[in-house]
């Protein structure tokens, strides 16, 4: 799971788990938010125009979307046939937005919040999705576990906690090495089903541009799902309530949490006597956004947009990105791509980092420009 401190950052830990903290550290960082959230699909040749107010700090200012092809590109899969490659991100490219830029601007609004600590991002979910495990009970779990987390941060910190899911896109797999060898079998290493299987024989490793679409499909039933469960009484702040006294008093763990659990519940009644009840707006729906690490860039490419009300280009398979721990090279494509993206973007941060190095990153990009005060 991730969790944001107000203010500060997100730690993570290598699995999905109720527990907080980890070893790594992703920034969540804000610019100023325009208004309106109309898209159009955007013509690649088209340089952005970038503002002095919104430019690099080193003065870089000519953008495009496919500006990255000319910078070094880490993790990128090499696929066997270019034409079918093509064929597929054209395809993709035709498709509807999976998020509009108007969601990712009012997320950004309220992770300016948390910046200042007046809110508490929580985010979480799989390392990586598969294709296998793709149902609508494994997508309710993962759902109801940060609703449950959420609701307890709330009560326990006194504020708004933004709930973003590491889900609807999360597939691809950074590898240290792009190969795997196996009993004297070297083949190419499994890099997220959006790409190649995992299976250890040479057909299942061989990238396929074919499964790109299939993310693409996936990732909207996902949304579609988690969109119905957040505005469809599913979330409703009783019910997450009870799910916790469910917890506490069926497991093991349950007594160290169980006097915050019926806490938590007499505050829900005191509201509900107050005639504050599961029918307000408030009490029966959520916020709940998307996110995962921009690492496929000819996808993400596929799928950016241009908002035809104040020209920035979002990134719409997700509300929010983050550049990787091994992409993030100042002179590589991930920088140059997300340098022109106006969705929240994060960093992702270890002790491998040199701090002096995170500055130069936030300083080179848009990772860093306009931030909020």
């Known amino acids: 799971m991730v969790v944001a401190i107000p203010g500060s950052a997100n730690l993570t830990a290598s699995k999905p788990s109720l527990g907080l903290g980890g070893t790594t550290t992703r920034l969540s960082l804000s610019r100023p938010i325009p208004n309106l959230h109309v898209t159009k699909k955007p013509n690649s040749s088209i340089v952005a125009s970038i503002s002095a107010s919104s430019s690099p700090s080193t003065g870089q200012t000519n953008w495009s979307l496919d500006s990255w092809k000319s910078k070094p590109a880490q993790q990128l899969p090499e696929y066997p046939d270019a034409d079918e490659l093509d064929s597929v991100l054209k395809t993709i490219g035709s498709f509807p937005p999976i998020v509009f830029a108007g969601e990712a601007?009012?997320?950004?609004?309220?992770?300016?919040?948390?910046?200042?600590?007046?809110?508490?991002?929580?985010?979480?979910?799989?390392?990586?999705?598969?294709?296998?495990?793709?149902?609508?009970?494994?997508?309710?779990?993962?759902?109801?576990?940060?609703?449950?987390?959420?609701?307890?941060?709330?009560?326990?910190?006194?504020?708004?906690?933004?709930?973003?899911?590491?889900?609807?896109?999360?597939?691809?797999?950074?590898?240290?090495?792009?190969?795997?060898?196996?009993?004297?079998?070297?083949?190419?290493?499994?890099?997220?089903?959006?790409i190649n299987g995992d299976a250890f024989d040479e057909k299942s490793r061989v990238p396929d541009p074919q499964r790109l679409i299939r993310a693409y499909l996936q990732s909207v039933g996902t949304l579609n799902l988690l969109r119905a469960f957040a505005t469809g009484g599913y979330a409703a702040m009783q019910r997450v309530s009870q799910w916790n006294l469910d917890f506490v008093r069926n497991s093991e763990q349950g007594d160290r949490y169980m006097e915050l659990a019926q806490r938590v519940d007499e505050a829900l009644g005191f509201m509900a006597a107050a005639g504050i009840t599961i029918g307000d707006p408030q009490m029966n729906t959520v916020d709940?956004?998307?996110?995962?690490?921009?690492?496929?860039?000819?996808?993400?490419?596929?799928?950016?947009?241009?908002?035809?009300?104040?020209?920035?280009?979002?990134?719409?398979?997700?509300h929010m990105l983050w550049v990787g721990e091994r992409t993030q090279q100042l002179d590589g494509a991930h920088v140059e791509f997300l340098r022109g993206i106006s969705?929240?973007?994060?960093?992702?941060?270890?002790?491998?980092?040199?701090?002096?190095?995170?500055?130069?990153?936030?300083?080179?990009s848009t990772l860093g420009t306009n931030l909020e005060d």
Request: aromatic fraction near 10%; hydrophobic fraction near 35%; charged fraction near 25%.
């Open 288 to 318: 709940f956004w998307t996110s995962h690490e921009c690492l496929h860039l000819p996808y993400e490419q596929a799928l950016t947009r241009e908002d035809s009300t104040t020209g920035l280009y979002y990134d719409c398979p997700a």
């Open 343 to 364: 969705n929240p973007l994060g960093i992702k941060v270890s002790d491998k980092m040199d701090p002096k190095d995170l500055v130069k990153l936030c300083k080179f």
């Open 105 to 194: 601007r009012r997320l950004e609004e309220k992770l300016a919040s948390a910046a200042v600590g007046k809110a508490f991002l929580l985010q979480g979910g799989d390392c990586a999705e598969s294709f296998k495990e793709f149902n609508g009970t494994n997508i309710r779990d993962t759902f109801r576990v940060l609703l449950q987390m959420g609701i307890v941060l709330t009560f326990g910190a006194q504020m708004p906690v933004i709930t973003v899911g590491r889900m609807a896109g999360q597939f691809a797999k950074p590898r240290y090495d792009p190969f795997e060898i196996k009993d004297g079998v070297k083949l190419p290493s499994y890099r997220g089903d959006n």
